[in-house]
């Protein structure tokens, strides 16, 4: 999408065109608290600010918010994600392949997001200790696959991630842990 295309969009966030995806979620946040029923902003207008004009508003934040999310997605997988060259190696050696979405390059993601793991803790309601052990991969300290694939989501779209592709990644090395670690039958 070009940057004229998106402009409308930083707009309604009220952002300017280079703003970070930190910046993109934290606008989104706060403008969605204005509009909400709850917020004491938009209560004393009463009928001069009518529940159909502040839905409106609600879902074109929402929409730029996703455009603007799935827009820096798409940049940051033109630029972070070029493919790297491959080491030459023997044929006797094991050819390691290091997966796109390991807990490693999930927190290279974030930093480089500028998105602190306090931002996520309180967005996603997880404790900042599991959200350490997820991008640390200590499978030990993490909770039955069940819920982190759940918690692999949430995390992933945060970041304007797959959430599927990073669920299914992080997953396929948390069985393999699994079955590695798990005492030897009788």
């Known amino acids: 999408m070009a940057k004229d295309e998106l ?3 930083f707009d309604i966030l009220e952002l300017p065109a280079d703003a970070s995806l930190r910046e993109i979620h934290k606008s989104f946040l706060r403008l969605k608290k204005i509009y909400s029923n709850e917020s004491i902003a938009v209560t004393p207008l009463g009928e001069e600010f009518s529940e159909k004009r502040r ?13 603007l999310i799935a827009a ?3 940049e ?4 972070a994600f ?3 060259e491959e080491p030459e190696f023997t044929p006797d050696q094991e050819r390691i392949v290091d997966p796109a979405y390991s807990g490693p390059s999930l927190r290279k993601i ?3 997001a500028g998105i602190e793991l306090s931002e996520i803790s309180k967005e996603l309601k997880l404790r900042v200790d599991l959200l ?10 993490l909770p039955e696959a069940i819920y982190l694939k759940v918690h692999l989501k949430n995390y992933a779209a945060m970041l304007g991630l797959d959430p599927i592709r990073v669920a299914e990644e992080y997953l396929r ?5 699994k079955e590695n670690s798990a005492p030897p039958e009788k």
Request: charged share 50%; no cysteine; aromatic share 10%.
């Open 7 to 9: 402009k409308k969009y």
């Open 110 to 112: 974030r930093e480089k």
């Open 72 to 74: 820096k997605k798409d």
């Open 76 to 79: 940051s997988s033109r630029t």
């Open 173 to 177: 090395r948390h069985k393999a842990w």
């Open 55 to 67: 839905k409106k508003i609600l879902e074109d934040v929402e929409a730029a918010y996703v455009k």
């Open 132 to 141: 350490k052990s997820l991008e640390a991969e200590k499978f030990e300290a």
């Open 82 to 84: 070029l493919p790297v």
